[in-house]
């Protein structure tokens, strides 16, 4: 019997447990466990651990009956380098089955032992199937895969992944850069003929660019390739994918792949244009690389194998707790209310500074195990913002709508224009912070909960305003945080 799931620090989202068990596994920044029915999903929980590519689902259980396998046996027919690093592979399967678009998770073998890459189906049949992969310098299953010969066999799961053709019938959109062109392929092939199409392929150099002939086979397809770093020679488009998005309109469905700092940036160039959420489908190629035989950095090595995910669960019910006792401290310790006021600004700051501190330093899996304290701690903050402006209107409101309403507030007089805006933010914010609304609100949730921003800068310009020291030095270091986040995601994308 399953006793347990835990998800220990290290999970990259690549969502390949909530693919395989939606049930069980979700992702929110990481994996998450939501569902507690282990018996019922056993299998598929059984499945998730053992192809999740960096081990961080850890399954206990009291039996030792054996594990169905994950992987099926594919043997090498050929492979050939379509330019000087990414190396398309055709394998012999047996009665394999797919959706345009899936990828597969492949069981490698090397010194160290075996370890999961996944990557997405460029052609399928039951019989076959062809993936291209990018090899890099220090790749480890890229070492393994361009080493193999015809006849080598590897592991290889079922088909998954939902980035799967959508509306079929309307405008397409893709945008791709390196080997990400590779679902992009069969989906193009997917839709019907008379569906306009519009193939954005970013690569490096021109000596990059793959697959141009496969692309203008396709009916109906118009391709824009970009290159990033152009010679004199090239004559095609030049810079990066983002640089062309204005050729998508918001009729579009719109398919994004490859790495995650590029998706990220097409996603937000387009939502930042008001495209439908729901028109867009993206697949990260985020890094595998973090594996728990090989941890990275020196704080890696010490968190990876303590518990962290524990102390944040802890660390987010103590701030929770902390929050419920605001009001109560308001009401009967009126000489705490100042301390409150440090502990809501400290807070947001410190949620500030978690998401770009990640951005900038990847490899320290503490700072990305840390990204679901942003809840707790975004409570707390809001909470004293609530709890003040309780106390402070409620009992005399007449006088609340005097100091809304007035010529002070709306322009004569800075400081009180920030704490109203500071005020109203916080609220909204905490009505907001449950996971009741973010169902409700959908893809406003998300956008909703950025004006977290305008609460941070609009309590700190309140509280410079009223003489704390702390609060300018806290927002020139928040912002220098996202610029360098910002800047690093920019240039990788
Ligand atoms: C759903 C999914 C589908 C994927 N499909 C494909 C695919 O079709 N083709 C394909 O080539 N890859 C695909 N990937 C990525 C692939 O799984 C590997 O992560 C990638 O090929 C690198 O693996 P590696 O073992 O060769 O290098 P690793 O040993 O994992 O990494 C070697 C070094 O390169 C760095 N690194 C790892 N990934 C990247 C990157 N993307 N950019 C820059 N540096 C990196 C690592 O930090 C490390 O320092 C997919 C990933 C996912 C999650
Ligand atoms: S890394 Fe593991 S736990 Fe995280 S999403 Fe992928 S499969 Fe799930």
């Not at 890459?117 to 299953?141: C, H, M, N």
């Not at 990059?208 to 152009?230: E, G, H, K, Q």
């Not at 700190?460 to 020139?476: E, K, Q, R, T, V």
Request: hydrophobic residues 45%; proline residues 4%.
């Amino acid at each position: 019997m399953i006793k347990n799931v835990r998800i220990i620090p290290g999970c990259i989202a690549c969502k390949t447990c909530e693919n395989i068990c939606p049930q069980v596994f979700h992702i929110e920044g990481t994996s998450r466990v939501i569902g507690y029915d282990f018996e019922k999903y056993r299998q598929a929980v059984l499945r998730a651990e053992r192809m999740c590519p960096v081990n961080v689902i850890k399954v206990d259980r009291d039996d030792t009956e054996a594990v169905a396998e994950a992987f099926a046996e594919a043997t090498l027919i050929e492979s050939r380098y379509l330019t000087r690093d990414v190396l398309a592979l055709s394998f012999g399967v047996r009665e394999f089955s797919a959706v345009a678009g899936q990828y597969v998770s492949v069981r490698l073998r090397d010194s160290d032992g075996e370890f999961v890459r996944s990557y997405s189906l460029v052609e399928f049949s039951a019989a076959q199937i062809t993936l291209w992969v990018k090899i890099l310098p220090d790749g480890r299953g890229g070492r393994v895969l361009s080493s193999l010969a015809a006849g080598d066999r590897v592991g290889i799961s079922e088909a998954l992944g939902h980035f799967v053709v959508a509306e079929p019938d309307i405008p397409h959109a893709f945008v791709a850069t390196g080997t990400g062109l590779a679902p992009v392929i069969p989906m193009l092939r997917a839709l019907p003929a008379d569906t306009p199409k519009l193939v954005f392929f970013g690569v490096r150099t021109q000596a990059d660019v793959f697959a141009a002939d496969i692309l203008s086979a396709i009916p109906n397809t118009r391709t824009i390739i970009t290159c990033s770093r152009p010679s004199d020679a090239w004559s095609g488009e030049r810079g990066r994918v983002t640089d062309h998005l204005q050729h998508i309109t918001s009729d579009m469905h719109v398919s994004i792949c490859g790495n995650p700092a590029m998706v990220d940036a097409v996603e937000r160039t387009l939502t930042d244009r008001w495209h439908d959420r729901a028109r867009i489908l993206s697949e990260r190629y985020v890094d595998q690389s973090a594996d728990t035989l090989t941890p990275r950095s020196w704080i890696a090595r010490i968190v990876w194998d303590g518990e962290i995910g524990t102390f944040v669960r802890v660390a987010h019910y103590v701030l929770l707790t902390l929050s419920a006792a605001v009001p109560f401290a308001w009401g009967y310790a009126p000489s705490l209310r100042g301390d409150l006021w440090d502990v809501s600004w400290y807070a947001v700051t410190l949620l500030m500074c978690i998401r770009p501190i990640g951005d900038l330093l990847p490899d320290v899996f503490l700072f990305r195990a840390l990204l679901p304290l942003r809840q707790g701690l975004g409570i707390l903050s809001s909470v004293v913002v609530a709890t003040n402006a309780g106390f402070a209107y409620l009992p005399d409101f007449a006088n609340f709508l005097t100091l809304y309403t007035s010529a002070r507030m709306w322009g004569f007089e800075t400081r009180l224009l920030f704490a109203r805006l500071a005020e109203i933010v916080g609220i909204i914010l905490l009505i907001t912070s449950n996971s009741l609304s973010q169902r409700l609100l959908g893809k406003w949730w998300k956008r909703i909960q950025r004006l977290s921003y305008v609460y941070f800068f609009a309590a700190g310009i309140y509280l410079a305003h009223i003489g704390s020291d702390a609060a300018i030095p806290a927002m020139i270091l928040v912002g220098a945080l996202w610029i360098a986040a910002f800047v690093k995601n920019r240039r990788s994308s």
